[in-house]
């Protein structure tokens, strides 16, 4: 498998407010010792265009599993490596995804 470029996980996600006190949004950051920045950084936008707080809190998740679903996505192309299975294939296709070719 190619090496990956982004931030091992696991990623956390947490609430953090503006300097208003009141603008809500999200921080999604690596499980390092030094901070380094947000990995993601998500407006909370409930009542947006009908959004509601669980659908901001369930995309936040989401996010924060890209690297756990990365690492399955290369279990699964090792398994299929050798087959044209359609998982095999499309976990290929997802990881092509992540790495942008």
């Known amino acids: 498998m190619n090496e990956t ?3 091992p996980g696991p990623w ?3 609430e953090a407010r503006g300097h208003n006190k009141e603008h809500l949004y999200y921080e999604i950051r690596g499980d390092t ?3 380094r920045g947000d990995l993601a950084h998500m407006q909370h ?3 947006i265009s009908g959004t509601t707080r669980e659908e ?3 995309n936040a998740l989401l996010v924060s599993t890209a690297p756990d679903g990365y690492a399955l996505a290369e279990a699964v192309a090792e398994h299929f490596k050798d087959t044209d299975a359609p998982l095999g294939e499309q976990a290929r296709r997802l990881l092509a995804k992540a790495r942008g070719e």
């Open 5 to 7: 470029k982004f931030t």
């Open 12 to 14: 956390h996600v947490t």
């Open 33 to 35: 010792e030094e901070y």
């Open 45 to 47: 936008s409930e009542g």
């Open 56 to 58: 901001n809190d369930a």
